[in-house]
């Protein structure tokens, strides 16, 4: 979940981590734990959803290369081309190499539109 601090900017807030579904090689959204987290959020940020929104979905890929599966980009497009009415998504898979090396990619969806992404390792 995100704040929006200028337009096109966004702060990344707060995030829901599952930990009864999926597996290591695996992510599996939960809806209900999803919502219930949402619901904490709003209510904790006065449901200002100008200001305050979901922004996407994070997962790891502890033993793969932070590159989307094609399950992981069906399911973010398929969030912004119906269903969820939202504009835009974003995903961000992040991996830690080496005991110290930590590798990210974000990638955006628009609806409608090509993904795009931005990868860092640090």
């Given at each position: ?104 990619a ?11 992404h ?5």
């Amino acid at each position: 979940m995100g704040e929006q601090v200028a337009p096109d900017h966004f702060r990344i807030v707060d995030f829901s981590v599952d930990e009864t579904s999926g597996t290591a090689a695996h992510f599996v959204r939960s809806p209900d734990q999803h919502a219930k987290a949402l619901e904490r959020f709003f209510r904790r940020t006065g449901s200002d959803f100008r200001r305050f929104n979901y922004l996407g979905e994070w997962h790891s890929h502890p033993s793969f290369p932070v590159r989307p599966s094609r399950e992981d980009m069906m399911s973010m497009q398929g969030l912004v081309d119906g269903e969820r009415d939202i504009d835009f998504s974003a995903l961000v898979i992040v991996r830690l190499r080496c005991f110290f090396l930590l590798e990210a990619a974000a990638y955006m969806f628009v609806r409608h539109r090509t993904p795009s992404h931005v990868a860092l390792t640090t």
